[in-house]
């Protein structure tokens, strides 16, 4: 592939021709804190007016003449005001994503494309981006055939601890591209997809490995590098590496801020010469490599790679910057490849942009924005040749209906009969011996065996089945052992009753011939009583 700026300037004005560019301009609001310049952007505090990087600004596009651009962090004051009145003059139109309600952002992502070329479907705004579809006409076989075309521009969460938040994100953006080309794609003969915008991640980071699961090659890759065993290990190097990069860095601000006071003119002047003179041309791979780690830094963490693994869709990507390494944020000290461009198969890369353009010298190891560069992100872009005359799929096939038919009650039969023969260990506590273990192995074999003549939705119902049968079972023996203590119960009562009235009975058979007597002799006293009255 080429390296150029102009993106135009590759190909005649061709159909079958799409020049799209992705671009970060750093809002205003975001460079000023209480009305006043951040501290962060004093030493270029000249180049940080926003009618200055908004002049710069234009002359990019007017330079690059994409036929689509990607905007981040467009300001909704600024859109109004700036960006579409300047693309409409151009042939442009565009459209900026819609917050919810009780959303306070300042922010958004913009779409413009050219009206000779697209034709506006269909929007759907999400949180931390926008996907849009349009319809545009390619010559196959000298016959005009339309085409569909799916732009997503996103962008993620900043902030290195925010992994697990654009891993989410991305999640839903790829459920929302797949909807859109389902829908929008009837009747059309290729579908072709672009994802791009700020990640704020790296090439290896856990969110491009969600949306390029489906790539092969990449696929590949990253099972040799992935299983559980390395990613603990790498996950406790990067925590080491982190703790040591931080410890380094608070000793580093305490010297700087000890200088600073004694030596600010001087390191002013410094900066100054630097932002004009400098010609640094030092190579990305050597520089780069730190501001990359410390944004993939949770990339491999159980957690993030437990999303990884659950992320399914259907949308096949390849990274347009695929083996190219080049920083696309730089701030002085850092330097990151965190803006990327994803395709789909039917759209093939053929020009790539370099993000630096003509003042590549100006670009790397200084600050930026400055006189050259307005943002402190730099552009990205590709040139694609749209891939007409055969059929090429940019989401794999749905998987077949599948027939929820319940198993046989011989197959249930079969199933609890199974699991009546399973093992139990005599240790209740404790860990079970190796022979135990042995015995449970060789069960959970039998078990998969069995199992494997069934669908998905057959083996869920047989181990609901199974946990219904057991809760059936210990229901049954519950009430059996309550059945039993009544029965104890009640035998013992009836034992207590006999030995009382035994003991009555016993009591009344010694004590008969006295009370006998005694009754007589009272009633021997009441008939003289009688007899005297």
């Not at 000298?142 to 521009?153: H, P, R």
């Not at 749905?398 to 199974?418: F, G, H, K, T």
Request: aromatic share 8%.
């Amino acid at each position: 592939m080429e390296s150029t700026y102009c993106l135009e300037s590759c190909f005649e004005r061709q159909h079958n021709h799409v020049s799209v560019v992705s671009f970060n301009v750093l809002a205003d609001r975001y460079t000023t804190e209480a009305g006043k310049l951040d501290s962060r952007w004093l030493p270029m505090k000249k180049y940080m007016s926003w009618d200055h990087r908004f002049k710069c600004m234009k002359r990019q596009f007017q330079t690059m003449k994409a036929d689509l651009f990607c905007l981040q962090e467009v300001q909704y004051s600024s859109f109004d005001e700036d960006f579409l009145p300047f693309f409409q003059s151009i042939g442009y139109e565009g459209d900026i994503q819609i917050r919810k309600k009780g959303d306070v952002t300042i922010v958004g992502t913009a779409t413009f494309y050219r009206r000779d070329k697209f034709t506006l479907k269909s929007k759907v705004h999400r949180t931390r981006g926008m996907i849009t579809s349009y319809t545009m006409t390619c010559s196959s076989n000298e016959q005009m055939k339309e085409q569909l075309f799916v732009v997503a521009n996103i962008h993620l969460q900043a902030k290195v601890g925010k992994s697990y938040d654009r891993c989410c994100q991305m999640r839903k953006t790829l459920q929302s591209v797949e909807t859109i080309c389902d829908q929008d794609g009837e009747g059309k003969m290729n579908t072709h997809v672009v994802m791009c915008g700020d990640y704020n991640c790296g090439p290896t980071s856990a969110p491009i490995q969600i949306a390029l699961r489906n790539n092969k090659e990449f696929s590949k890759t990253l099972a040799k590098k992935m299983n559980k065993k390395q990613q603990r290990k790498m996950h406790k190097k990067e925590m080491k590496k982190m703790v040591q990069k931080k410890q380094t860095q608070k000793e580093q601000q305490k010297e700087q801020a000890q200088e600073q006071q004694q030596e600010q003119q001087q390191e002013q002047a410094t900066l100054k010469h630097k932002t004009r003179d400098s010609s640094l041309c030092s190579s990305f791979s050597s520089s780069t490599t730190s501001g990359e780690e410390s944004n993939d830094e949770f990339a491999f963490s159980s957690e993030i790679q437990r999303i990884v693994e659950k992320s399914n869709h259907r949308v096949l990507f390849s990274s347009a910057y695929k083996g190219i390494r080049h920083p696309t944020y730089i701030t002085y000290g850092f330097e990151a490849q965190l803006d990327h461009i994803l395709h789909s198969p039917s759209l093939v890369p053929e020009v790539v942009m370099h993000p630096c353009g003509e003042r590549a010298e100006l670009a790397y190891n200084v600050k930026t924005p400055n006189a050259f560069h307005p943002s402190d992100h730099l552009p990205v872009g590709t040139v694609f040749r749209v891939v007409v005359d055969k059929h090429v799929d940019s989401l794999l096939p749905l998987p077949p209906p599948v027939v929820n038919e319940d198993p046989s009650s011989a197959a249930v039969d079969q199933w609890l009969a199974l699991q009546h023969q399973k093992p139990q260990t005599q240790t209740k506590k404790g860990k079970p011996t190796d022979e135990e273990l042995a015995i449970l192995r060789s069960f959970r074999l039998k078990e998969k065996d069995f199992l494997e003549g069934f669908t998905p939705y057959q083996v869920r119902f047989l181990k609901q089945h199974l946990k219904e049968e057991i809760k059936r079972m210990k229901h049954v023996k519950k009430q059996e052992q309550q059945q039993q203590k009544k029965n104890l119960k009640r035998q013992q009562q009836q034992r207590q009753q006999d030995a009382e009235d035994a003991l009555m009975f016993s009591r009344c058979s010694s004590e008969e011939v006295p009370l006998r007597d005694s009754v007589l002799n009272l009633n021997n006293n009441n008939f003289n009583t009688d007899m005297i009255a």
